[in-house]
C-alpha cells in the first residue's frame, strides 16, 4: 500500500512518526490542530501492520468529510473502514442491538456479548471527535482488547453523552497521552474571538495568519439572511460557505428562501433526520452553502461560516460552560470569515459582551 502525507507541518508529521503502533494512545488538540487529518493518517498507517482498522466518528457528515481523504491519501487497497460509531457497534453486535433512551445502546448487553462471544482478532480503532463518544464505548474497547488510538478535545464538546479526557482514559484501562498544537485553520481574528467563549484553564496559542474581523448582523427584515448568503457566495465564489443553524425547520425554510431567490447557487442542505438522499449525503468538496445543523457541526471546516440565529439563545445563560462551549465550536469551524446575525432589536446575552475590536456590529 502507498502512504502519501497531505499537508502536514513539521510538528503534525512528528506526532504522527513518533505514536507507537500498539497500545492506547489519547491525542488532544484544540480546534484547527489537525486531528481530523491525523486521525486518517493514524488509521491508514495502523492498516500497514497487515490488520484492518475502523476510523470512528459520532457524526455522520464528519464520517463523508473523512472517507474521502481515507482514499486520497491511500488509493490502493487502504485496509480502512470509514464509520460512524452507532453503525460500527450495530453492525459488530448484530441488529438487534438495544438501544436506550440516550439514543445509544445498552452497554451492559454489550459487555456481555464481548465476555462470551469469540469475535475473532481485537478491532484496531481509530476514533475522530473522542469527546463526544460516551464512557460505555470506551469500557466496551477495553474489554475487546481493542488497540484505540483517539483524538480529542474536551473543550468542543456539543452532546449531552460525553466523555472527558480524563474518563477516556481511565475507561481504556489506562493510555499514553499526547498534545497537539498549533491552529492551521482560522485566522488570528477568527481565534481571538473563538477565545472569548473558551471554556478550558487557558486558551490556545493564537495562529499568525491575518484576515478580516468578525461581524455581527442584524437581520431586520425576513430575506435579510438570504440577501446576505448570496453577497458571500458571490463575492467569494470559490469559498464553501457553512450556514449553521439550530433547528431542522430553520434549515428547511432557509433552503426553500435561497432555491427560490437564487437557484443558480445549488444550496445543499444535511440533516441526521434523513434516511437517505440528498438530505442525506452532501458534497462538502465543492464550493457554495451547505446548510447544516449544530450538532453536526463538529469536526466541519468552511472559508465562511454564517451562524444566522444567535437570538434563539437569548433565553440561555450566557455564561453557562454549555453555551461557550457552543459558541467556541461555532466560530472554530471557519478559516477565513466568520458571521453572525440576530433578529429583533437587542443584540443576543452572548455576544453583547464580545468587543467591538473582535467583532463589528452592522
Same mark, same amino acid.
Given at each position: 500500500?502507498?502512504?502519501?502525507?497531505?499537508?502536514?507541518?513539521?510538528?503534525?508529521?512528528?506526532?504522527?512518526?513518533?505514536?507507537?503502533?500498539?497500545?492506547? *494512545?489519547?491525542?488532544?488538540?484544540?480546534?484547527?490542530?489537525?486531528?481530523?487529518?491525523?486521525?486518517?493518517?493514524?488509521?491508514?498507517?495502523?492498516?500497514?501492520?497487515?490488520?484492518?482498522?475502523?476510523?470512528?466518528?459520532?457524526?455522520?457528515?464528519?464520517?463523508?468529510?473523512?472517507?474521502?481523504?481515507?482514499?486520497?491519501?491511500?488509493?490502493?487497497? *487502504?485496509?480502512?473502514?470509514?464509520?460512524?460509531? *452507532?453503525?460500527?457497534?450495530? *453492525?459488530?453486535?448484530?441488529?438487534?442491538?438495544?438501544?436506550?433512551?440516550d439514543g445509544w445502546f445498552d452497554w451492559a448487553s454489550f459487555y456481555e456479548r464481548a465476555a462470551v462471544t469469540d469475535h475473532g482478532p481485537a478491532p484496531t480503532l481509530v476514533v475522530d471527535e473522542g469527546q463526544d463518544l460516551p464512557i460505555g464505548f470506551y469500557r466496551l474497547c477495553r474489554i475487546l482488547g481493542s488497540r484505540t488510538t483517539v483524538y480529542a478535545d474536551e473543550c468542543q464538546r456539543l452532546t449531552a453523552t460525553n466523555s472527558t479526557i480524563s474518563e477516556i482514559s481511565s475507561s481504556l484501562g489506562g493510555c499514553t497521552h499526547h498534545e497537539l498544537a498549533g491552529n492551521h485553520r482560522n485566522t488570528r481574528q477568527i481565534a481571538e474571538l473563538a477565545a472569548h467563549f473558551h471554556t478550558g484553564a487557558t486558551a490556545p496559542p493564537l495562529p499568525d495568519r491575518p484576515g478580516p474581523n468578525s461581524r455581527l448582523h442584524r437581520l431586520g427584515r425576513p430575506d435579510a439572511v438570504t440577501d446576505l448568503l448570496i453577497a458571500l457566495a458571490t463575492h467569494h465564489p470559490r469559498y464553501s460557505i457553512g450556514v449553521i443553524l439550530g433547528s431542522t425547520r430553520a434549515q428547511s425554510d432557509l433552503l426553500t428562501r435561497l432555491e427560490r431567490k437564487a437557484p443558480r447557487l445549488r444550496p445543499q442542505l444535511y440533516t441526521s433526520q434523513a434516511t437517505q438522499g440528498r438530505y442525506r449525503t452532501v458534497d462538502l468538496t465543492r464550493p457554495g452553502i451547505v446548510i447544516v445543523n449544530r450538532a453536526s457541526a463538529k469536526g466541519l471546516g468552511f472559508d465562511t461560516v454564517v451562524v444566522p440565529d444567535t437570538h434563539t439563545d437569548n433565553a440561555t445563560d450566557p455564561s453557562s460552560t454549555a453555551l461557550r462551549m457552543t459558541y467556541y465550536v461555532l466560530a472554530t469551524r471557519a478559516r477565513q470569515e466568520l458571521h453572525f446575525g440576530y433578529e429583533g432589536n437587542v443584540e443576543p446575552p452572548v455576544l453583547a459582551p464580545v468587543s467591538p475590536n473582535l467583532l463589528l456590529r452592522g
Open positions: 500500500m502507498t502512504l502519501t502525507y497531505l499537508d502536514l507541518s513539521p510538528a503534525q508529521r512528528a506526532s504522527l512518526d513518533t505514536l507507537p503502533f500498539e497500545g492506547n *494512545h489519547l491525542v488532544s488538540g484544540p480546534p484547527g490542530s489537525g486531528k481530523s487529518l491525523l486521525a486518517a493518517q493514524r488509521a491508514l498507517m495502523l492498516a500497514l501492520t497487515g490488520t484492518p482498522t475502523v476510523l470512528l466518528t459520532r457524526s455522520n457528515l464528519l464520517r463523508q468529510t473523512l472517507a474521502p481523504v481515507v482514499s486520497a491519501l491511500g488509493a490502493e487497497d *487502504h485496509g480502512v473502514r470509514v464509520a460512524t460509531a *452507532h453503525a460500527w457497534l450495530t *453492525h459488530w453486535f448484530g441488529g438487534d442491538a438495544p438501544r436506550t433512551d
